[in-house]
Each structure stands twice: as C-alpha cells, then as structure tokens.
C-alpha cells in the first residue's frame, strides 16, 4: 500500500514527533509514505473563512499533487482532512467550482482532476485491525480520554460519519489495551477551530478549560487524539492553564509506544505537558511483559 | 360537426395575461367551430347556462371549456352539458390558466399558448365519441381497516346506518392508542370511560363483524365490488369458550417474563394474555413466538394454561382461518406508531431509562399501567422534568418535516398530570411553537402555566449525564441565553408516523400517499376523506397526524361516504377504459405486467387479453406499452391524441 | 464568485429555520460568550447586517449546530460565507491581526505555520530533515504557489 502523505504544517513544523511516529509506524505496518512540495492544506479557520475560493484553489493544487502517480492522499490531522476532503467533496459536483480552480491552477500549469482522495489515517487504519494486533509489542494498559477532532466527524453529509455515538477511535486505541474512558462532552470541540485560537485565544482557552477539567475527572493516563491542531490546542493550553498535567498524544505516538517504539524517537520528550510519568507506566508495562 | 367554444376569463386570473378576444378571433376562423364566446365566470350558474343555451338552440355536437384545469371542473362542465342533452364524453376542457396564464408573463406569447391550446382542444373534440356508463351493483357491506377510535366510530355510524360491516384488528383487541392513555386533553376526560362503552357496542352491534387478530390479506375489484380475504390468526383459545377470567394467565409459566407491547415494554406479561383489562373482545391470546408449547412443544410436564382453564378453552392445534367477504366500499383507519427517537442520539433514549417517550409515559398515568397509576420512574418519584417537543417532527433530517399536531398539547396534559400527581415537582417545557390551535386548547395551555409548569421557547439541543443525574441543554430563546437544567426524567414529545402495518394496505389498494407517507386524500381541503381511489376512504391517523377530535370528526365523515354509497343499487362505472382488440393481440402479456390495479386477465384458451372493465381506471399504461397497437383507451384513442398533438407543433 | 447576503440565505437554507435554539443551546463557544447562533440566522434573515458583527468571529467551525439543525441549515457554512462577505466589506474582526500573520506566513513560506530555527533542531534530533520534504523548501514549487496566490481574490481582501 502507497499513500502521498500529507503531514500538514503543525506535525511538520511544531510537533515533529507526529511526522516521525506516522512514518515509523506505518513503515511497521508496510505503507509507503511518499512526499510531495505540499504547501499548507491551507487552515479552513484562517484561509476559508477569508475567501473561500481560495481555500479551493490551494487545497485542490494540493490534491492535485499526486495525481500523476495515482496515489490517495493520506492525512494526520483533522484539519487537513477538513479541508482537503471538503474541497475534494465540493469538487466533486460542483462543475463551475472545479473550472474555477482549474483556471487558476492552469496559470502554473496544474490541473486539478480530482482523481486522488484524501483520507484520514484513522479511517486507514480501521481497515487495518490486524495489522496493528500483529505489531502490537506491548499492551499499554492505560486509560484515555479519546479526542476526534470536529473535521474528522463533521458535517456528516461530507463525511458520512456518525457524529453523536462514534467508537472507531475507541476501538482502535482497545486494540493496543488502552481503555477509553467515558467522560462528559467528550466530542465537543477543543476551541482550536474556526481561527478562534489565533483571533481570540482567550475564547478558546475557556473552552478548553471545559473540557480539560472533564477530562480531569475522568482520571485518565492521558488524551489521545487524530488531529494535530486539537493536539497542540491541548498541549500548549495546559501549560496556560497550568492547573492540568494530563499527557497528550496523537494516536500515531500511542501506537508507536505499543509497538515498541523508544519515546524518544516519537518525539515525546517535546511535548509542554511532561510525558514522563506515562512513558515510565509503558515501561513497566513492557518489563512486565518481558519478565513473563 | 358543430362545436362551442367557451373561454373563461377567470375573473382576471387568465384575461390578465391572455388577450381572450384575440384568442376569440383566431378560434371562430376554425371551420369546425360553431360558436365562440367569452365570459367572466365559465362555471358560474350564468356562464353553464349559456352552454346549455347554445346546446339547445344551435344544436351542438361539441364543446370545448377553456378555462383551469380539467381536474378543477371537468365535472362541472361535463354536468352541464348532459342536462342540456348531449353526451358527456363529448365535452373536452383546455388548461389556460395553470398550464398558460399562471405561468407566463408575457402576454403575447401567452395569447399565442392559450390560442394553440384551444386550437388543440377542437381538432381532438371533433373526434370525440360518445360513451356510455355502464352500471354496476352494489354489494351492501364495508370493510373498515383497523380498530383505533377512528375505526371503531366509522364501524359503528355505518352499522347505525343498517349496513353490516367488517372490523378487521390486527391486534387481540381494539381500542388503538387511544386505549393506553389515562386521561384525554384538554378536557382531561377518563379516555377509557368515553372509550370503553364504544368499544363494547362495537362488539354488541349485531351489524358489525368484530375481526380482532386478524389481517387483511388481499383485495380485488373496485367500487360497489370487492372481495376481501381477510386472515385470522390463530389464538389458540377458542373464543366461544373462553370467559376471560384470567386463570390461565396468572397460571402460564412466563407471567410477568415477556415485556407487554401495549405498557410499552414497561409492564409485563405473561405468553397468554390479554393486553388490558378492559379489552375487547375480553378473550385470551396465546403469544406463538414465546409460548413454551407452542415454540419447543414441551412446557415443564404440561402446559399451566391448560390445568388452569376450567373451560377446556385453550387448543394448541388450531391454525390460521382465511375468511373470504365481499364488501362495497373500505374504510382505511390503520392510524399511526410512534416516532422512535434512537435515531435523535443526542438525545439518548435507550441509553437512560429516565428518557421517555410520550406513549410511554402515558402508561405510567393509567391504573392499569406497569406502576399502578403511580408517577414512579425506576421505583422513584421524579421532582426535576423536563419536556423535550417536536422529537421526530419537523425535522427535516429524520425526514419528518410535518408537525405532529398532537405533541404540544399532550405534553400540556402530561405535565399536567405530573403536576397532580407530584405536587413538587418542577416540571419545565422545552418548545419550539406553541400550538394549541383546538377548542379549548389555547384555554388549558394556560390553565397549566397557571398551575406552575414552566414554559420555555427554545428546544433542547442534547441530553447528558454528569455523575449519574441527566442535563437538559438549550438555549431560552426568548431570553437568548443557552442553560441547562438536571433532571430526574425527560420526556421526550414523540412525533407520528404512519403505521408499519399501513404499508401493506396501502399496496392492495393502490393508495397514494403525500410526501409525509401518510396516505393522500383525493383533495387537500374539499375532499379529505376520500382517495383517488373509488369506493376507499380514509379516517383518523391514517391520513396524517391528528387528535381524537379530529378523528373522530373524519371517521363520521367517512363512514356518511360509505353509507352514501352503499345506499345505492346501482353506480356508473366510468367508461374512460381501455379495450383489447382480440384480433389483434398477439397474447404477449406485457400488459399484465404493467397494470397498477390488476385489472387484466388472460385468456388461456384464445391467448389474449381480456380486461375488466369494473376493475380498470383508465390509466392508459397498457395501451400506451402494447407493442401490437391491440389496447385502445377509450376518450384518448391514438387519433385523438394525434389530433391534438398535430395542432399545437 | 461573489456572493450577496440572499444567496449565502437561500444557499443555506436559512428560511428554513424555526428559531428552535437547537443550534445555540449546541454551541460549545456560545456557552462562554456572547455568541447566538440561532440569531445569526435569524439577523440574516430579517436582512441585518449581521456580517458586521464581532460574535461571527466567535465560532470555531464545530459544525456541532449544523449537524443538529432539524431544518437543515447549514449554518456553519452560513457563518463562513457572512465572515467572506465581511472580509470583502472590510470589516475585519477587531482580533484579525494573528490570522493576518498566518496569512502572510502563507504567502512566505507556503505554511501558514512556518519552521522555526528551534523545531528544525528538533526535527534532526529525532531523526527527521531538519526542513521538511515540503513546498518550504522546494523553491521552484514556491515560487509557482506565490504566482497562484497573486490571482487569488485572499490576497486582495485579506488585508495583506
Ligand atoms: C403520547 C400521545 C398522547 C396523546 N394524547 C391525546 C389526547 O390526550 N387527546 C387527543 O385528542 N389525542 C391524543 N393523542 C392522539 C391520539 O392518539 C390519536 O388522535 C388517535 O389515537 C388516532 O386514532 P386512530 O384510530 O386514527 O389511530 P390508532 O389509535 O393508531 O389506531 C389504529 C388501529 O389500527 C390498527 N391497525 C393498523 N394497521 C392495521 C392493519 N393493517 N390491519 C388491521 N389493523 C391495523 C392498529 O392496531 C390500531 O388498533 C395522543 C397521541 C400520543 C402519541
Ligand atoms: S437549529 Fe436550525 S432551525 Fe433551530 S434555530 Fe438553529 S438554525 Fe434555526
Ligand atoms: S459551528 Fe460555530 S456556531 Fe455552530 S456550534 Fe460550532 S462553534 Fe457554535
């Protein structure tokens, strides 16, 4: 299997440690990962809602990267996602936007066919359960409060997903012994979106801070998300907020840790929010699996 | 040939955009056309008149309306010209007001459509042929489909009547939803005192024919003509023994193991059993799918019911009995269910047992009900309500965009109720609109406002639950504040839908139905009772959302059609069919196939077709597939239609 | 493409809307501010320039009320499309300046997230290229995406 992988700019250029754990552990599981000159997917908060015809126009040059190869466009980040599959989806059917984007993609000699799609790692992996079983060196153990990101979910006519009971994340995280652990409003939104975490960080901090104390009385070992932004939003907020101390990963860094992975070499150690505990916890729970 | 041609102004519905006079002058140039006139009012008693006059003095062989549609007043018309001596069928109508005036702007191109269309109308009346109805008897006897109170009161006004009728259930008793509710809005009147005594005339009634447990299977022929086949299911207690004392139930092994269909899955029963107390007929039913008998042959050493029977009444060999009735006309009452809001998941019914539906709660209220008549949730009193409306209405993405009709005002009496009962309680109405539109309604909306129940605009957007106590979250739109309030049970104001069991029906009879599934009336406003369909009519919940005034109001008028029609010896069967030309069919059967109202049959031994004539409503499918040119309809014969078309291309 | 204030209404099937409150009592952000989404809607309707209003700027794009919405309004999409037409009307949430930046590090570096020196030296250290395999660093592609973004109607109304 051969995706062009679509990092998005917050994996790449402020939390490496998503890029490196994508890569390794999808080189475990023996998917290619190809790059492309992507430019940034561009932000549906910022770019859409300034001028949403050119939120088309990059985000259909970027779709259109890898057509010449045939390959699907694998994402990391529910707003990546967000905005290639919704411009994807727009330009399915809608024939005058596509003639749009294809005028100006054409003044530097792009089309745009729309022949390659974009989709969500998380969706990826659904497919793959047994992949991730037979990679699978430690089981973690852990409890985590699961995070899906609102683009991933929603609008469900684009995405077709259920957006009020989904268990996919759920289910995934249960396949390395990780329990997901109920807690209130679990799929609100993190505050990250709509440009409201640059335009008004202290709204987004409130919201934030909702969440962070439901996640709080869930006792959990850490949060788990698939999306890149929510997963900054949660890590830098703590440290704002100071009162939380609870771990963020992104699923990718989750499983890199049931496979084996060293937490270093996922990136870790970078997070604001001290991963020192939770990787001690993995630790043992990997001595105890070796000693047996 | 001698045809008049009328053009109707429409008051200024058509003359504002169709020049009529010019339209006039290039029709009275038609050879063929005897006389051409205008008038403000073609329908009006004046304008009819002046055909009649014109028929008579000028000796006419045709004429043509233009005017609406032919759906509007081809009957009017076609009634004038026969009290003026002529053949109906000799009456032809052209559309120039929905199909030209209402729908151009232009004037001149719309005097052009409108003289076209005319034009048409006379090269295809010139070919019209006269037809004559034939007549057809009337078997003196109705079918009415389902025994909810609208079904129960079409039964009865039409036995009142002095004609016998059949009552097909296909539950153990009647009495539909109406039989689960304690108390009715807005009066608040016991709905089994005024319920119960109806129920039981109906199964006194010597002209009625009480089928309970019992489904229609198929119906062929058409109006004053059908013959039914109606399936009793089996209950394997024989009727005429039982007594309905109840033994056997409190005997049967599973009392109290199977959740009983009529509390709503809140009470239980046992696998014999009567859905309430009050049912009619008071006879036992043995449940097939959980009887231990009837399922695995065996129950311990032997079956409980049967030691208990003193009556010897209970017979585990009795099987399904088809019973086979003719009828002149159907009544269609088979009502509705209730929305099932699983689908809304934010709302989380099905997750918290405190999150109710209305049906539900309303057993709740009833003494006979799984609690007794105790406001209890769960073994608690509820003191924190809250009531969620518009669950399953309005609401386009479940595809329900219709209102219910019935939500706002039941809630008004189960808060209510709740109020009475729990005099503590603090009971807040989430509501979108308010709509007590009823006699009496807008009167008990405030009378329960009075007694303490708050109303607040702005609909709940999802329910949650924080250390084991629900939230209600909205926003008060009046004050434009979003809140959330705890509660200990939240009801949510379940919608209607046209009943599973309705489907079926609706197939045999080739019922329409409108866009919000519930079976369609033939007119929205001056025939809501009958269908497109000759001799079937519909009453209650079956042709969309309604109260029990309401239907109780249309089952009246659906049984006055029924008794209308029953009536008569004899009706006019139209004589708009089609006909096989035997010479010509080459026996291929395409035809067969097509028939939306099964009304072909073959001929094995000369290898055609033949159609019934009773059975056919002239839809003109078959003639328009036949491949050998062999169906003509009569008044759209090919020539016709031609005649017409050539005209206007 | 322009858009006018009656086709972002009918495009999303606002006057579809029952002023139910479903979409507020939905909405994470309102729960911390002065946002009301169902009068959003109901501004646009009755033709207040609703667009010109700083509560627009408060949504995060959720779509939690757009999924809710028994009309089938699809009212994030109405927010994005009044915060286009505001941007084209000049009027600029008063908090514009940081989406301004990122825009312009969009034009820059093709990111609206740029690298810095300090998480290049993270990169390497955990085994990445220090630059990303990306547009950053592909001059030619760069160069190409700053001629796209020149036609494109952002630069002329994104304040840049
Ligand atoms: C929670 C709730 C509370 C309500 N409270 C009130 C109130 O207080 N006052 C008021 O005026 N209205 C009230 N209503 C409305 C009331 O229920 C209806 O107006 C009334 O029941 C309609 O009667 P119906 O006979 O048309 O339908 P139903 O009551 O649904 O009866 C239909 C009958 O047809 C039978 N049937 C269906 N299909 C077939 C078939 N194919 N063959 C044979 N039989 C079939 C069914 O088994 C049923 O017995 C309430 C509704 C709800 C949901
Ligand atoms: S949820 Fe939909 S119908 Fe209800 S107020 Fe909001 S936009 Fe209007
Ligand atoms: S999309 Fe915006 S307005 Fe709608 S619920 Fe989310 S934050 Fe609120």
């Given at each position: 299997?051969?995706?062009?992988?679509?990092?998005?700019?917050?994996?790449?250029?402020?939390?490496?440690?998503?890029e490196?754990?994508?890569?390794?552990?999808?080189?475990?599981?023996?998917?290619g990962?190809h790059?492309y000159?992507?430019?940034?997917?561009?932000?549906?908060?910022?770019?859409?809602?300034?001028?949403?015809?050119?939120?088309?126009?990059?985000?259909?040059?970027?779709?259109?990267?890898?057509?010449p190869?045939?390959?699907?466009?694998?994402?990391?980040c529910?707003?990546?996602?967000?905005?290639?599959?919704?411009?994807?989806?727009?330009?399915?059917?809608?024939?005058?936007?596509r003639?749009?984007?294809?005028?100006?993609?054409?003044?530097?000699?792009?089309?745009?066919?729309?022949?390659?799609?974009?989709?969500h790692?998380?969706?990826?992996?659904?497919?793959?359960?047994?992949?991730?079983?037979?990679?699978?060196?430690v089981?973690?153990d852990l409890?985590?409060?699961v995070?899906?990101?609102?683009?991933?979910?929603?609008?469900?006519?684009?995405?077709g997903?259920?957006?009020?009971?989904?268990?996919l994340?759920?289910?995934?995280?249960?396949?390395?012994?990780?329990?997901?652990?109920?807690?209130?409003?679990?799929?609100?939104?993190?505050?990250?979106?709509?440009?409201?975490?640059?335009?008004?960080?202290?709204?987004?901090?409130k919201?934030?801070?909702r969440?962070l104390?439901?996640?709080k009385?869930?006792?959990?070992?850490?949060i788990?998300?698939?999306?890149?932004f929510?997963?900054?939003?949660?890590?830098?907020?703590?440290?704002?907020?100071?009162s939380?101390?609870?771990?963020?990963?992104?699923?990718?860094?989750l499983?890199g840790?049931?496979f084996?992975?060293?937490?270093?070499?996922?990136?870790?150690?970078?997070?604001?929010?001290?991963?020192?505990?939770?990787?001690?916890?993995?630790?043992?729970?990997?001595?105890g699996?070796?000693e047996? | 040939?001698?045809?008049g041609?009328?053009?109707?102004?429409c008051?200024?519905?058509?003359s504002?955009?169709?020049?009529?006079?010019k339209?006039?002058?290039?029709?009275?140039?038609?050879?063929t056309v005897a006389?051409?006139?205008?008038?403000?009012?073609?329908?009006?008693?004046p304008?009819?008149?002046?055909?009649?006059?014109?028929?008579?003095?000028l000796g006419?062989?045709r004429?043509?309306?233009a005017?609406?549609s032919?759906?509007?007043?081809?009957?009017?018309?076609?009634?004038?010209?026969?009290?003026?001596?002529?053949?109906?069928?000799?009456f032809?109508?052209?559309n120039?007001?929905?199909?030209?005036?209402?729908?151009?702007?232009d004037?001149?191109?719309a005097?052009?459509k409108?003289?076209?269309?005319v034009?048409?109308?006379v090269?295809?009346?010139?070919?019209?042929?006269?037809?004559?109805?034939t007549?057809?008897?009337?078997?003196?006897?109705?079918?009415?489909?389902?025994?909810?109170?609208a079904?129960?009161?079409t039964?009865?006004?039409?036995?009142n009547?002095?004609?016998?009728?059949?009552?097909?259930?296909?539950?153990p008793?009647?009495?539909?939803h109406?039989?689960?509710?304690?108390?009715?809005?807005p009066?608040?009147?016991?709905?089994?005192c005024?319920?119960?005594?109806?129920m039981?005339?109906?199964?006194r009634?010597?002209?009625?024919?009480?089928?309970?447990?019992s489904?229609?299977?198929?119906?062929?022929?058409?109006?004053?003509n059908?013959?039914?086949?109606?399936?009793?299911?089996?209950?394997?207690?024989?009727?005429?023994?039982c007594?309905?004392?109840?033994?056997?139930?409190?005997?049967?092994?599973?009392?109290?193991?199977?959740?009983?269909e009529?509390?709503?899955g809140?009470?239980?029963?046992?696998?014999?059993?009567?859905?309430f107390?009050?049912?009619?007929p008071?006879?036992?039913t043995?449940?097939?799918?959980?009887?231990?008998?009837?399922?695995?042959?065996?129950?311990?050493?032997?079956?409980?019911?049967?030691d208990?029977?003193?009556?010897d009444?209970?017979?585990f060999?009795?099987?399904e009995?088809?019973?086979?009735v003719?009828?002149?006309?159907i009544v269609v009452a088979?009502?509705?269910k209730?929305?099932?809001?699983?689908?809304?998941r934010?709302?989380?019914?099905?997750?918290?047992?405190?999150?109710?539906?209305?049906?539900?709660?309303?057993?709740?209220?009833?003494?006979?009900?799984p609690?007794?008549?105790?406001?209890?949730?769960?073994?608690?009193v509820?003191?924190?309500?809250?009531?969620?409306?518009?669950v399953?209405?309005?609401?386009?993405?479940?595809g329900?965009?219709?209102?219910?009709?019935?939500c706002c005002?039941y809630?008004a009496?189960q808060?209510?109720?709740?109020?009475?009962?729990?005099?503590?309680?603090?009971?807040t109405?989430?509501y979108?609109?308010?709509?007590?539109?009823g006699?009496?309604?807008?009167?008990f909306?405030?009378?329960?406002?009075?007694?303490?129940?708050?109303?607040?605009?702005?609909?709940?957007?999802?329910?949650?639950?924080?250390d084991?106590?629900?939230?209600?979250?909205?926003?008060?739109?009046?004050m434009?504040?979003?809140?959330?309030?705890?509660?200990?049970?939240?009801?949510?104001?379940?919608?209607l839908?046209?009943?599973?069991?309705?489907?079926?029906?609706?197939?045999?009879?080739?019922?329409?139905?409108?866009?919000?599934?519930f079976?369609l009336?033939?007119?929205?406003?001056?025939?809501?009772?009958?269908?497109?369909?000759?001799?079937?009519?519909?009453?209650?919940?079956?042709q969309?959302?309604?109260?029990i005034?309401?239907t109780?109001?249309?089952?009246?008028?659906?049984?006055?059609?029924v008794?209308n029609?029953l009536?008569k010896?004899?009706?006019?069967?139209?004589?708009?069919?089609?006909?096989?030309?035997?010479?010509?069919?080459a026996?291929?059967?395409?035809?067969?196939i097509?028939?939306?109202?099964?009304?072909?049959?073959?001929?094995?031994e000369?290898?055609?077709?033949?159609?019934n004539?009773?059975?056919?409503?002239?839809?003109?499918?078959?003639?328009?597939?036949c491949?050998?040119?062999?169906?003509?309809?009569n008044?759209?014969?090919?020539?016709?239609?031609?005649?017409?078309?050539?005209?206007?291309? | 493409?322009?858009?006018?204030m009656?086709?972002?209404?009918?495009e999303?099937?606002?006057?579809?809307?029952?002023?139910c409150?479903?979409?507020?009592?939905?909405c994470?952000?309102?729960?911390?501010c002065?946002?009301?989404?169902?009068?959003?809607?109901?501004?646009?309707?009755?033709?207040?320039?609703?667009?010109?209003?700083?509560?627009?700027?408060?949504?995060?794009?959720?779509?939690?009320?757009?999924?809710?919405?028994?009309k089938?309004?699809?009212?994030?999409d109405?927010?994005?499309?009044l915060?286009?037409?505001?941007?084209?009307?000049?009027?600029?949430p008063?908090?514009?300046?940081?989406?301004?930046?990122?825009?312009?590090?969009?034009?820059?570096?093709?990111?609206g997230?740029?690298?810095s020196?300090e998480?290049?030296?993270l990169?390497?250290i955990i085994?990445?290229?220090?630059?990303?395999?990306?547009?950053?660093?592909?001059?030619?592609?760069?160069?190409?995406f700053?001629?796209l973004?020149?036609?494109l109607?952002?630069?002329?109304?994104g304040g840049?």
């Amino acid at each position: 299997m051969d995706y062009a992988f679509f990092p998005g700019c917050i994996a790449k250029n402020v939390y490496p440690g998503i890029e490196k754990a994508t890569r390794i552990v999808f080189e475990k599981m023996n998917v290619g990962l190809h790059d492309y000159p992507y430019s940034c997917c561009p932000p549906p908060g910022v770019v859409a809602c300034y001028d949403k015809d050119t939120w088309y126009a990059l985000g259909a040059r970027n779709l259109a990267l890898s057509e010449p190869d045939n390959r699907d466009i694998m994402t990391i980040c529910a707003g990546c996602y967000g905005t290639l599959h919704n411009v994807w989806h727009e330009l399915q059917h809608n024939d005058a936007k596509r003639a749009y984007v294809n005028e100006h993609l054409g003044r530097i000699g792009m089309t745009y066919k729309g022949t390659s799609r974009p989709i969500h790692f998380v969706d990826l992996l659904d497919g793959m359960r047994d992949t991730i079983t037979q990679n699978k060196e430690v089981d973690l153990d852990l409890r985590v409060a699961v995070h899906y990101g609102c683009h991933y979910l929603k609008p469900t006519t684009v995405t077709g997903e259920n957006s009020e009971s989904p268990m996919l994340l759920d289910e995934i995280v249960g396949l390395v012994g990780c329990k997901s652990i109920p807690f209130k409003d679990r799929l609100t939104c993190c505050g990250a979106g709509g440009g409201v975490m640059s335009g008004e960080p202290e709204l987004s901090l409130k919201i934030m801070e909702r969440k962070l104390k439901n996640i709080k009385k869930a006792d959990v070992d850490c949060i788990v998300n698939i999306c890149s932004f929510c997963h900054m939003n949660f890590d830098q907020s703590q440290k704002k907020l100071e009162s939380f101390d609870i771990p963020v990963l992104h699923l990718n860094q989750l499983l890199g840790l049931a496979f084996g992975v060293k937490h270093k070499h996922l990136g870790l150690h970078m997070n604001l929010v001290s991963t020192r505990d939770l990787v001690k916890k993995v630790k043992g729970a990997k001595k105890g699996r070796d000693e047996e | 040939m001698k045809i008049g041609v009328y053009v109707c102004h429409c008051g200024v519905n058509i003359s504002n955009t169709v020049d009529v006079q010019k339209v006039i002058s290039e029709v009275s140039a038609l050879p063929t056309v005897a006389v051409c006139r205008d008038y403000q009012y073609m329908c009006s008693d004046p304008g009819q008149e002046m055909i009649a006059k014109d028929i008579r003095e000028l000796g006419l062989d045709r004429v043509v309306v233009a005017a609406c549609s032919p759906r509007m007043h081809e009957p009017t018309f076609r009634g004038a010209v026969e009290a003026a001596g002529m053949n109906p069928y000799c009456f032809e109508m052209a559309n120039i007001r929905e199909q030209c005036s209402w729908v151009h702007e232009d004037k001149e191109q719309a005097t052009r459509k409108a003289a076209d269309l005319v034009k048409s109308s006379v090269a295809r009346a010139a070919l019209l042929e006269p037809l004559n109805s034939t007549e057809v008897p009337v078997t003196h006897a109705a079918l009415v489909i389902g025994g909810g109170i609208a079904g129960i009161q079409t039964a009865l006004d039409i036995a009142n009547s002095g004609y016998p009728v059949y009552l097909v259930e296909k539950d153990p008793s009647i009495g539909g939803h109406m039989a689960q509710f304690d108390k009715t809005f807005p009066t608040l009147d016991c709905a089994a005192c005024i319920l119960t005594p109806k129920m039981v005339d109906v199964a006194r009634h010597p002209n009625i024919e009480l089928l309970t447990y019992s489904e229609v299977e198929s119906i062929e022929g058409s109006v004053g003509n059908f013959h039914v086949r109606i399936r009793k299911k089996p209950r394997y207690v024989n009727v005429s023994l039982c007594t309905g004392c109840g033994s056997c139930a409190t005997a049967c092994r599973l009392v109290g193991r199977i959740p009983s269909e009529f509390d709503m899955g809140l009470g239980k029963r046992g696998a014999i059993y009567v859905p309430f107390p009050q049912a009619v007929p008071l006879r036992y039913t043995i449940d097939p799918e959980k009887c231990l008998m009837l399922k695995h042959g065996k129950c311990g050493t032997s079956p409980k019911c049967v030691d208990a029977c003193d009556r010897d009444a209970i017979d585990f060999s009795m099987t399904e009995e088809i019973l086979e009735v003719d009828v002149g006309a159907i009544v269609v009452a088979t009502g509705y269910k209730e929305f099932d809001p699983t689908i809304k998941r934010e709302y989380k019914y099905g997750t918290f047992k405190n999150v109710m539906t209305g049906l539900e709660l309303e057993r709740i209220f009833a003494p006979s009900g799984p609690t007794g008549g105790k406001a209890l949730i769960n073994g608690k009193v509820p003191k924190k309500i809250v009531f969620v409306s518009c669950v399953g209405s309005r609401d386009k993405r479940i595809g329900n965009p219709y209102c219910s009709r019935v939500c706002c005002m039941y809630i008004a009496k189960q808060a209510h109720l709740l109020k009475e009962k729990i005099p503590d309680a603090d009971i807040t109405v989430m509501y979108t609109d308010m709509r007590a539109f009823g006699k009496g309604y807008e009167e008990f909306y405030e009378r329960v406002q009075k007694e303490g129940i708050k109303y607040r605009r702005g609909n709940a957007a999802e329910v949650y639950e924080e250390d084991g106590v629900l939230h209600v979250r909205a926003e008060d739109t009046l004050m434009g504040e979003p809140y959330e309030l705890e509660a200990d049970l939240v009801v949510l104001g379940t919608g209607l839908e046209p009943s599973d069991a309705a489907d079926a029906i609706g197939h045999m009879l080739h019922l329409s139905r409108s866009a919000d599934k519930f079976f369609l009336e033939a007119h929205p406003k001056l025939r809501p009772v009958d269908t497109v369909i000759d001799g079937v009519f519909l009453a209650g919940a079956a042709q969309g959302p309604k109260d029990i005034p309401d239907t109780v109001a249309q089952a009246s008028g659906a049984a006055s059609h029924v008794v209308n029609l029953l009536s008569k010896d004899v009706i006019l069967a139209e004589p708009i069919v089609a006909e096989v030309n035997t010479d010509v069919c080459a026996g291929c059967r395409i035809c067969e196939i097509l028939c939306p109202y099964d009304a072909h049959a073959f001929d094995e031994e000369r290898n055609v077709m033949t159609i019934n004539k009773a059975i056919c409503k002239g839809c003109g499918s078959c003639a328009a597939a036949c491949p050998s040119g062999a169906i003509a309809m009569n008044h759209f014969r090919d020539s016709q239609i031609v005649a017409q078309i050539l005209e206007v291309i | 493409m322009d858009k006018t204030m009656d086709d972002i209404i009918r495009e999303g099937n606002a006057y579809a809307c029952i002023q139910c409150g479903r979409c507020t009592g939905s909405c994470p952000s309102g729960r911390e501010c002065g946002l009301r989404t169902r009068k959003i809607i109901h501004m646009a309707r009755v033709g207040i320039d609703v667009f010109k209003t700083e509560e627009l700027w408060d949504c995060t794009t959720c779509f939690t009320c757009q999924e809710r919405c028994p009309k089938e309004v699809k009212i994030t999409d109405i927010i994005i499309e009044l915060r286009n037409l505001a941007v084209k009307n000049s009027y600029y949430p008063s908090m514009a300046d940081v989406p301004k930046i990122i825009i312009q590090n969009l034009y820059r570096t093709g990111n609206g997230q740029p690298l810095s020196p300090e998480v290049s030296k993270l990169r390497s250290i955990i085994g990445l290229d220090k630059e990303p395999n990306d547009i950053a660093k592909d001059k030619e592609a760069l160069a190409d995406f700053q001629k796209l973004l020149d036609g494109l109607p952002l630069m002329r109304w994104g304040g840049i």
